[in-house]
C-alpha cells in the first residue's frame, strides 16, 4: 500500500513584523581539528562552557541568542533598543567575549590543539523580519532577511581577512567610538551579488605553533 505524505507550509506562531537589529554570527576557529585531537566529552565541555558565558554576556549587553549549532552561535541586539544602541551592545558584547577567550586560554597551561582557542566574530545591522516560527510544538524566535546572511558571510570571512572581528560598515558608522577602527576595504561575499565595505575590529590570528619534531624535520 502507497503511502502519501502531504507537504504543508508551516505557519508562524506570531507574525513577521520588520525590525532595525544588530546582527552577530560566531564560530570557535579550527573545531575540527579541536574534536580530532581531543576526546568528544573534553570537547564538549570546552564549548559548553563557552557558550554558557557567551550566552550571559550577550544578555547583559540586551541581546539574545536565536541559534547555537555546533560551534557556532547566532545572535540579535536590538529587539527592544534603538539600532545605534544596539550597535553599540553588539560591538561591546564581541569585545568581551573575545577576552573571556584570552582569560580561557590564560587558564589553561595546555593549549588546544597546540594552539589557543579562537573564536570569529561577524557583525552586521539593517532590516529583518523577526517572529517565532515552530515545526512542532516549540516555537522559536525567526530572524531572517538577508542583513543575517551578510552578517554569516562576514563571520566567515574572519579566517580569510586574519582578523577576530569584522564588523560591516553600515553598523561601524553607528558606533561611539568608530574612529578608534581604521582598517577597512572593500569585500566580495560568497553569495552576496555586491561588494560589502567591511572595519577589521579585532586581531589577526595567533600563528599556529609547530612541534619540535617539525621544526627539526624542516631545519635538516
Same mark, same amino acid.
Given at each position: 500500500?502507497?503511502?502519501? @505524505? ?24 579550527? &573545531? ?21 558565558? &557567551? ?7 540586551? #541581546? ?13 541586539? *536590538? ?40 573564536? *570569529?566574530? #561577524? ?5 529583518? &523580519? ?11 524566535? %525567526? ?49 552576496? %551579488? ?19 619534531? @617539525?621544526?627539526?624535520?624542516? %631545519?635538516?
Amino acid at each position: 500500500m502507497e503511502t502519501n @505524505y502531504l507537504i504543508h507550509n508551516p505557519m508562524p506562531v506570531v507574525p513577521d513584523q520588520e525590525q532595525h537589529l544588530a546582527i552577530m554570527f560566531l564560530d570557535i576557529r579550527n &573545531f575540527t581539528g579541536l574534536m580530532e585531537s581531543q576526546p568528544g566529552q573534553t570537547v564538549v565541555q570546552v564549548v559548553r562552557r563557552l557558550f554558557t558565558a &557567551f550566552n550571559q554576556i550577550i544578555k547583559k549587553f540586551e #541581546g539574545k541568542v536565536v541559534e547555537v549549532a555546533g560551534d557556532s552561535l547566532y545572535a540579535v541586539f *536590538g529587539l527592544q533598543t534603538e539600532l545605534k544602541e544596539s550597535v553599540n551592545n553588539a560591538y561591546q558584547a564581541a569585545k568581551v567575549m573575545l577576552q573571556t577567550v584570552t582569560l580561557f586560554n590564560e587558564a589553561h597551561s595546555q593549549p588546544y590543539d597546540g594552539g589557543p582557542l579562537e573564536i *570569529g566574530v #561577524g557583525l552586521h545591522a539593517g532590516k529583518v &523580519f523577526v517572529g517565532e516560527f515552530g515545526l512542532d510544538d516549540a516555537p522559536q524566535l %525567526s530572524v531572517m532577511g538577508l542583513p543575517v546572511n551578510i552578517a554569516s558571510r562576514l563571520q566567515a570571512k574572519t579566517r580569510e581577512l586574519n582578523n577576530d572581528l569584522i564588523i560591516s560598515e553600515d553598523a561601524y558608522q553607528l558606533l561611539d567610538d568608530a574612529q578608534a577602527i581604521v582598517p577597512h576595504q572593500n569585500v566580495q561575499l560568497q553569495g552576496i %551579488s555586491h561588494g560589502q565595505q567591511i572595519r577589521l575590529a579585532g586581531k589577526p590570528y595567533a600563528k599556529p605553533q609547530h612541534s619540535l619534531d @617539525y621544526l627539526l624535520a624542516i %631545519s635538516r
